[in-house]
Nanobody
Framework: QVQLVESGGRSVQAGGSLGLSCAAS????????MGWFRQAPGKEREGVAS?????TARYAESVRGRFTIAKGKNTLFLQMRSLKPEDSAMYYC?????????????????WGQGTQVTVSS
């Protein structure tokens, strides 16, 4: 059974940095594509970053240059810097057994429960 568990979310001041992790069990990350998504109150969930099976990374325009996605054998990471109040949201990791995913959330099969990031000004 595939399980994804996010961690690392907390409150941070604007301009600060934060790292999120997503621990995967039930499969090896190297054979899957994965992504980070976020949802702020009253807003739709949006794609933040994705990483393909071959390591190709994609980013939403709003986070490009500030966020970095990476994956290990069983853990997905999201390193965030220069955080802004508008980055505040519940952050979710997602996975699918395919070589390429991108930021289209509809193609992801497995989702974690989320971790809260709050950026104060």
């Amino acid at each position: 059974q595939v399980q994804l568990v996010e961690s690392g979310g907390r409150s941070v001041q604007a301009g600060g940095s934060l790292g999120l992790s997503c621990a995967a069990s039930g499969y090896t990350l190297m054979n899957w594509c994965m992504g980070w998504f976020r949802q702020a109150p009253g807003k739709e969930r949006e794609g933040v970053a994705s990483i393909d099976m071959d390591g190709t990374a994609r980013y939403a325009e709003s986070v490009r240059g500030r966020f970095t996605i990476a994956k290990g054998k069983n853990t997905l990471f999201l390193q965030m810097r220069s955080l802004k109040p508008e980055d505040s949201a519940m952050y979710y990791c997602a996975a699918d057994f395919r070589s390429r995913c991108g930021l289209d959330q509809s193609i992801y099969t497995y989702w974690g429960q989320g971790t809260q990031v709050t950026v104060s000004s």
